[in-house]
């Protein structure tokens, strides 16, 4: 019997010190090392986890990346890539459960928190709906558009006819900034502006319109845009 691989002795103290004291006891190589267990039962991770952060900067920053980058990194293959992507797919839809059902105006830092995670970091427009019933509580989340670094189409039929399946009574719309500037452009607000009319002529409210980005993000009706 040979002796046992020295990283194991290491799985089990950081395992402990996870179950003892949680998260915060861990550094980010750390945090990667544990989800690397899951992907390389066999191996020794740090020099992995120690690798993503040193391409991509911190921990959030890993998780976000794009697979094909995430391969880049030596010892990174699609299963440790699997991994990653689980563990942000779970966190996006632990904070989109936070926020859904719930009125929109007293969950709107979540809901802003949701959006952000989920929209802020990618590298294409892409436009959603939230759709709201009597009470402003969010029944509907629909991703409806994605496009290129500057433009998503949306298309105010679309919209309404949306509305109408659900029995929604509002709506939200949410698109991204991948500038990382959130200020509206003159065409986000003319298309902001069709959308309206063409809620108003079925009785759907247009609740409000925001915009995401790397910078923060801006309210159409914060700004005075929507009336």
Not at 96 to 124: G, T
Request: proline residues 5%.
């Amino acid at each position: 019997m040979g002796e046992k691989p020295h990283y194991l002795g290491h799985r089990a103290r950081l395992r402990e010190r996870f179950l003892k004291s949680g998260a915060d006891a861990l550094a980010d190589y750390e945090m990667l090392e544990m989800l690397l267990f899951l992907a390389h039962p066999r191996s020794d991770v740090k020099p992995m986890a120690k690798a993503l952060l040193e391409r991509f900067g911190n921990f959030a920053s890993v998780l976000r990346a794009k697979p094909n980058d995430l391969l880049a990194t030596p010892g990174i293959g699609k299963t440790s890539i699997a991994a990653l992507k689980t563990v942000q797919a779970a966190a996006l839809r632990l904070v989109r459960e936070e926020v859904m059902n719930k009125p929109a105006v007293s969950s709107w830092q979540q809901l802003l928190d949701y959006l952000r995670a989920s929209m802020a970091h990618e590298d294409k427009e892409h436009f959603r709906l939230l759709f709201l019933d009597r009470k402003n509580a969010i029944i509907a989340d629909e991703a409806q558009q994605s496009g290129t670094i500057d433009h998503a189409p949306i298309y105010p039929r679309e919209v309404v006819k949306r509305a109408l399946d659900l029995g929604a009574s509002a709506i939200i719309m949410v698109h991204n900034h991948p500038s990382g500037d959130p200020t509206p452009s003159k065409a986000d607000i003319a298309m902001t502006q069709k959308v309206q009319a063409a809620c108003q002529k079925l009785g759907i409210e247009l609740h409000d319109h925001v915009i995401i980005a790397k910078g923060g993000h801006h309210s159409f009706k914060s700004m005075g845009l929507l009336s």
